[in-house]
């Protein structure tokens, strides 16, 4: 077995691809490229939470582990009020600090602060009872997912997606009011910071509660950026075994959770066929023709495996 091996190695290592095959590879290369970089400068010039949609979609196997990414899914953690206070309090202190606000500028910061807690203590005093029953629901559902039956059951799992409906829709509306707060006191506090420096209006962030270490707001920042440095490498044939191994990566977790023979609401056998054109790329070597990994490659080894040379004309 281990000779039989090592000569499909040997006969693997003296073949020569066509040159239109090697040619393919590189439309192929620039294909994906230009797409992923597209999608990172369509998410960066329009910047909008869409992690968490897709992660509550998510059906399959692993459907809880990917849910479980999603920040404050129920809304629990934006519906402390206790909490909101000790964190807007925090900034405001934080923000002193950060843009050294004199005397009138610190009088400003307390005004911004009180007129937002004044509006956050308003709606809590409006909708307490609503809330507190709403958190009662939350329990409720909780108990019953953990229930095996009703997972596995077709009507009673059809329960728990009724229950969760409601709930999103109840919660939908206290938590567009809320983010409006947040956004508002964040956005506020950045401009009088600005002004009191002088400088070009820049966002200082104000810390929300119920974060974790790669939820769907980190996921949010962080996917538009890997689309469009994934998208510049391939386009360039830079590094591009790692960048495809690292893009069909991320592509097969989104497989993962859609997994294709589950029912979900979206399919991701169009994913699948990506992970494995990317798979390809980072077989062949594929920037190593018409791409920066040719002189590379060149510099590492003193010769490529795959040259334009080697091409059949």
Not at 24 to 41: D, I, S
Not at 80 to 102: C, G, P, S, V, Y
Not at 121 to 150: M, P, T
Not at 174 to 192: C, K, P, Q, V
Request: with cysteine; glycine share 8%; aromatic share 10%.
């Amino acid at each position: 077995m281990s000779i039989h091996l090592r000569r499909v190695t040997l006969a693997a290592r003296r073949f020569q691809i066509a040159a239109s095959a090697g040619w393919l590879l590189v439309v192929l290369r620039c294909g994906l490229g230009w797409q992923f970089f597209q999608e990172g400068v369509s998410k960066i010039d329009n910047p909008r939470p869409f992690s968490a949609v897709f992660l509550g979609n998510a059906r399959g196997p692993w459907a809880g582990l990917f849910q479980d990414r999603i920040w404050d899914a129920h809304g629990l953690a934006r519906l402390d009020q206790e909490q909101t206070q000790i964190l807007w309090k925090a900034h405001l202190k934080a923000a002193q600090e950060h843009f050294r606000f004199n005397d009138r500028d610190r009088t400003k910061a307390a005004r911004i602060h009180a007129s937002y807690l004044s509006g956050l203590n308003g709606f809590f005093s409006d909708n307490r009872l609503e809330i507190e029953e709403y958190r009662l629901q939350v329990e409720r559902l909780q108990r019953d997912k953990q229930q095996a039956a009703r997972r596995e059951v077709y009507s009673l799992n059809g329960q728990v997606l009724k229950q969760q409906s409601e709930l999103a829709g109840k919660r939908r509306p206290w938590l567009a009011t809320l983010d409006g707060f947040w956004a508002g006191y964040e956005r506020d506090i950045s401009n009088l910071g600005a002004a009191a420096t002088n400088s070009a209006a820049s966002t200082f962030a104000l810390t929300r509660p119920g974060r974790r270490w790669l939820d769907s707001r980190s996921i949010d920042r962080i996917i538009p950026w890997f689309d469009l440095v994934i998208g510049g490498l391939l386009i360039l044939g830079l590094l591009t075994r790692i960048t495809s191994l690292a893009a069909a990566g991320f592509l097969f977790s989104v497989v993962l959770s859609q997994w294709p023979p589950t029912t979900g609401p979206m399919s991701t056998y169009y994913h699948l066929n990506l992970t494995l054109a990317l798979l390809v790329l980072a077989a062949t070597g594929a920037g190593r023709i018409a791409g920066l990994d040719f002189f590379l490659n060149g510099c590492c080894s003193g010769k490529g495996k795959v040259t334009h040379e080697q091409l059949d004309t």
